[in-house]
């Protein structure tokens, strides 16, 4: 089993920064995709951004240019930046994870954060 925890945060006010971590723990067979996503209550949860076992990066319109999402595959470890927030990018952040467990046949696990409440508040 794959667990999830989730760090950084907290109250910003408009214009500031916060980092948020995610790091995966338990017997992991192979990450592949990996991204957070967030959500405000009474809204359908939101791709915010994702970074793909193949390399790439990919980010929702509304944060391209402020926004940024790294991994560390040593320590199974996805981060976000980010800057310039905005008083819209308050919610609630969950980071995603996706385990290949075969490839052949393709077997794959999802697996989610508990969550991190970020508030852009002046």
């Known amino acids: 089993q794959v667990r999830l925890v989730e760090s950084g945060g907290g109250l910003v006010q408009p214009g500031g920064s916060l980092r948020l971590s995610c790091a995966a723990s338990g017997v992991i067979h192979s990450i592949n995709d990996m991204a957070w996503y967030r959500q405000v209550p009474g809204k359908e949860r939101e791709l915010v951004a994702t970074s793909t076992g193949g390399g790439s990066t990919n980010y929702a319109d509304s944060v391209k240019g402020r926004f940024t999402i790294s991994r560390d595959s040593a320590r199974n470890t996805v981060y976000l930046q980010m800057n310039t927030l905005k008083s819209e990018d308050t919610a609630v952040y969950y980071c995603?994870?996706?385990?290949?467990?075969?490839?052949?046949?393709?077997?794959?696990?999802?697996?989610w954060g508990q969550g991190t409440q970020v508030t852009v508040s002046s």
């Open positions: 995603y994870i996706e385990e290949v467990v075969t490839r052949i046949p393709f077997h794959k696990n999802d697996y």
